[in-house]
């Protein structure tokens, strides 16, 4: 277990639908970061979120957006959904200090 | 911005073997961190192993090191001893010093471990 949770693991929705994909940071980090890997993009950075407030942007479309709460955990909004938008969806966590991420084990979402 | 880039999509290695993984990066600033991180069938990522830019020696974690080359841009991973549970994807990725910063991934690697 590395500490940061990831609910839920598998997640089948059809297209055009919402889907919510869930959050905990491990202990004492305050800075959370999504990650989406599909077959052909590799690891593509989406959002970050540092004690509640947005810090960074990537490559995320109009239709996801995000959040941070006062008890940290996160979430992952994903609206309209498309078949491209079938991956594995990550979310670490960092204190800052720490030099790399700890990683969650992923949401696999497929969108039918 | 900084690019990660790991031009072998995969390779072999022989258990008990060694093998040595290939990443390049760019970027204009003169401190940061590297990482490798592995992802086996169960898709969770693994810090494997994490070198700062201003250290001269190459990082080691028992059968995993580096070879960290600041001024080519480059570091590869050299596996010794290859056991069937290296088997996995592997990926080079690259972090600015800032405390929040994000890290940047390459397309990874696939390593096979032939028994």
């Known amino acids: 277990d590395s500490g940061v949770t990831q609910t839920p693991k598998h997640l089948i929705t059809a297209t055009g639908q919402r889907v919510t994909l869930r959050c905990s940071p491990r202990s004492g980090d305050l800075s959370v970061y999504w990650y989406q890997q599909s077959l052909d993009q590799g690891l593509q950075f989406l959002i970050q979120y540092y004690n509640g407030e947005e810090r960074a942007k990537g490559n995320i479309l109009e239709r996801f957006s995000a959040q941070q709460f006062p008890d940290l955990h996160s979430e992952l909004n994903l609206s309209s959904l498309e078949l491209g938008d079938s991956a594995l969806y990550f979310c670490?966590?960092?204190?800052?200090?720490?030099?790399?991420?700890?990683f969650g084990s992923g949401t696999r979402l497929t969108v039918v | 911005a900084q690019t990660v880039t790991q031009s072998q999509p995969e390779m072999s290695v022989q258990e008990a073997e060694t093998v040595t993984l290939s990443c390049t990066y760019d970027t204009s600033e003169s401190d940061y961190y590297l990482f490798w991180y592995k992802q086996p069938p169960s898709r969770q990522m693994i810090l494997v192993i994490r070198q700062e830019a201003y250290k001269q020696q190459n990082a080691t974690e028992n059968r995993f090191s580096v070879n960290f080359q600041k001024a080519a841009k480059s570091f590869s991973l050299k596996i010794s001893d290859s056991q069937l549970g290296d088997a996995a994807m592997y990926f080079c990725?690259?972090?600015?010093?800032?405390?929040?910063?994000?890290?940047?991934f390459g397309k990874g690697i696939t390593l096979s471990v032939r028994p």
């Open positions: 670490a966590s960092s204190n800052g200090v720490l030099y790399g991420y700890t």
């Open positions: 990725a690259y972090r600015s010093t800032g405390a929040n910063s994000k890290l940047t």
